[in-house]
C-alpha cells in the first residue's frame, strides 16, 4: 500500500533515502502494536516504543530475522548498514547504529516496493 502515485524507484534512491521511509514504517508498525495490544495513556504508549526503536533494538530485531532474509532483502540491508550516515551514535554503538539503518533501510525498500506482507512477515518474529 502506497498512498502517493508518484512512481519511485527504490533500486535507485541511496540507502539512507530508504532508511528515512523505513524509519516511519517500522515506527508505524511498533506503535500500531503497541495500541492493538492495550488502550493506554499516550505517555505511556511514547515510553514503550522508544524501547523498541532504538538501535539496540533494531540490531536485536536483525538478529531475530536475519536467517529468514532473502538474497536481495540482505543486499538492502547491506546497503543501509554500510552507508556512510555522518552521524556519531549517542545511545548505541557505531556497529548497532549501522545495523539499524540497514534493518530500517529494508523495511523502507519492502515498503517502496509494496511487499506489505512482508513487511508484517518479518515485522511478526520479530515483535514475538
Do not use: W
Not at 25 to 43: C, F, K, M, T
Request: glycine share 4%.
Amino acid at each position: 500500500m502506497r498512498f502517493i502515485d508518484k512512481e519511485i524507484n527504490p533500486k535507485q534512491l541511496s540507502p539512507l533515502n530508504l532508511a528515512f521511509i523505513g524509519d516511519c514504517i517500522y515506527e508505524i508498525l511498533v506503535r500500531e502494536s503497541l495500541v492493538a495490544d492495550a488502550n493506554r495513556p499516550v505517555n505511556d504508549l511514547h515510553r514503550e516504543s522508544v524501547k523498541f526503536v532504538s538501535a539496540k533494538a533494531q540490531t536485536a530485531a536483525y538478529d531475530k530475522i536475519k536467517d529468514m532474509l532473502t538474497e536481495e532483502e540482505t543486499a538492502v540491508f547491506k546497503r543501509g548498514r554500510n552507508a556512510k550516515t555522518g552521524h556519531s551514535p549517542k545511545s548505541a554503538s557505531e556497529g548497532e547504529y549501522h545495523c539499524a539503518t540497514g534493518v530500517e533501510a529494508l523495511f523502507g525498500y519492502l515498503y517502496l516496493t509494496e511487499q506489505t506482507d512482508r513487511i508484517r512477515e518479518l515485522f511478526a518474529v520479530i515483535n514475538s
